[in-house]
């Protein structure tokens, strides 16, 4: 989509000797507005033209938000699944569900068997891929089952410059990203979705627990039990922003940047350190750099993250 922005500056930017600083920011959000309704009006566009749809549901905001559209635009013509599996916190599976209740989306649940696959337990630079390869195949076969068209998951455009590995299995099973082709960004569905009301629109983002393992330290039902109990028991002390990655016999605590001050009182500390170790690790340690997203990827090699991202593209 070619961005109605094309040739204007951004505010603090003059494009007219007239043009008074407060007048200026309001003809850029005004033009901003018209091209998020543009991108809104292009999704919808794009689901009516995929005549029975299965939707990768997870909860989040962006399979959310595509689920509510869909289902907006095709009604009972679509359907979302969700994978259910020892990767998926029981809190996540019930937000989910409780979402597409309460707005009467369709939702299948799918017990998919990722931890049957040595490929995934090997825990390598490809499991992701190997994880949706399981999701994926799984769709395909329920649609061909029900007699639907498509399938679609949510990747937006901010997602392609990620190390997703992921979406080379949606290609394989040419599973369609309708907000993407819409040229919608992560902050634009988030506003998209606070507009319609949707309670998800401000959901942080909640990766499987299997991405706070450790590369080359194998994927267990036990491990995933020992991380959703250790998360559970940080906000449980009020943390709301928090992974806990599995190294093992130790615990890498991240807790959002905002929260640090409150996490540094020894009284915390003591805490911390009883709650997690309860849950079956040895040592714990909090990580100085706080919470981020992804942060287990930064020991990869560089070749394997390029490679990746151009595969997906």
């Not at 991108?39 to 399979?63: M, P, Q």
């Not at 940047?257 to 997690?276: G, H, K, N, T, W």
Request: charged share 20%.
């Amino acid at each position: 989509m070619t961005s109605i922005f094309s040739g204007l500056s951004a505010p603090g930017h003059r494009v007219h000797p007239g043009l008074g600083a407060g007048l200026e920011t309001g003809i850029w959000d005004n033009m901003r507005d018209v091209e998020l309704e543009a991108k809104d009006a292009a999704l919808r566009h794009i689901l009516a033209d995929l005549d029975g749809l299965l939707v990768a549901y997870s909860g989040g905001t962006d399979s959310a938000f595509l689920a509510w559209a869909a289902h907006g635009v095709l009604g009972d013509r679509m359907l979302a699944v969700l994978a259910d599996s020892p990767s998926l916190p029981r809190a996540e599976l019930a937000a989910a569900l409780a979402f597409a209740h309460d707005h009467q989306i369709p939702v299948r649940v799918l017990n998919t068997a990722e931890l049957g696959n040595p490929d995934y337990v090997r825990n390598d630079a490809q499991r992701c891929f190997h994880c949706k390869q399981e999701l994926f195949s799984q769709m395909e076969a329920l649609r061909q089952q029900l007699g639907f068209a498509h399938l679609a998951f949510g990747m937006n455009l901010d997602d392609r410059g990620d190390f997703r590995p992921g979406q080379q299995a949606a290609a394989l099973h040419q599973a369609r990203a309708p907000l993407a082709e819409a040229g919608l960004f992560k902050a634009e569905i988030r506003t998209l979705a606070r507009q319609a009301g949707l309670r998800i629109w401000d959901k942080p983002a909640a990766a499987c627990l299997a991405s706070r393992v450790e590369y080359g330290r194998p994927v267990t039902a036990e491990a995933l039990a020992q991380i959703e109990r250790a998360e559970e028991a940080m906000h449980s002390l009020g943390f709301a922003r928090v992974r806990v990655r599995h190294h093992g016999s130790l615990a890498r605590i991240e807790i959002a940047r905002e929260e640090m001050p409150r996490a540094l009182a020894l009284p915390v500390f003591d805490a911390i350190s009883r709650a997690v170790r309860a849950c079956g690790f040895l040592y714990v340690t909090l990580d100085t750099e706080g919470y981020r997203s992804g942060s287990m990827n930064a020991i990869l090699p560089v070749d394997t993250l390029g490679a990746a991202q151009t595969e997906t593209h």
